[in-house]
């Protein structure tokens, strides 16, 4: 299965949020109430109207079938090189396990190297130990601890 990768738009944000919540995780974290919460909205329109990010949804045969968000940023640290940090990725539970994860992970890596990125970065729940497995397959290694507060 061949996948179209665009950026999302507007009217893409309810079946993302949607796709967000496909899961057990998401599904504790996600409000899928309508009307659409007006977070979701800001969240979209904050993330299109800055350059260094990019939210991006991947369609086949004109359906949205996955998603991300990329982040490009900056660091002076490893002589002053950009990283490229992918979040909130995301395929349809009714395409699981056709091998569509790995197509969009691999764009993203591409995408990250077309930006210049020097290093890829992801953070995935402890929670989620096949995701993480999928992520090591793809050359991903757990070097660092990650921390997170919720505030």
Request: net charge positive.
């Amino acid at each position: 299965m061949k996948l179209i990768y665009r950026e999302a738009e507007m009217s893409d944000v309810k079946e993302l949020v949607n796709l967000l919540a496909d899961d057990e995780l998401g599904a504790t974290r996600e409000d899928q109430s309508k009307p659409l919460n007006q977070r979701y909205t800001d969240a979209y329109h904050s993330i299109a109207n800055d350059p260094n990010n990019e939210l991006t949804v991947a369609v086949s045969d004109g359906k949205i079938v996955g998603m991300l968000q990329l982040t490009f940023i900056p660091y002076l640290t490893h002589t002053g090189s950009w990283r490229c940090l992918i979040e909130g990725v995301r395929i349809s539970s009714s395409y699981r396990g056709k091998g569509l994860g790995s197509q969009l992970i691999e764009w993203a890596i591409n995408r990250a190297k077309e930006r210049h990125c020097s290093i890829v970065q992801l953070t995935s729940d402890k929670r989620r130990p096949d995701a993480i497995r999928f992520y090591e397959s793809h050359g991903f290694k757990a070097t660092h601890a990650g921390f997170k507060l919720k505030i």
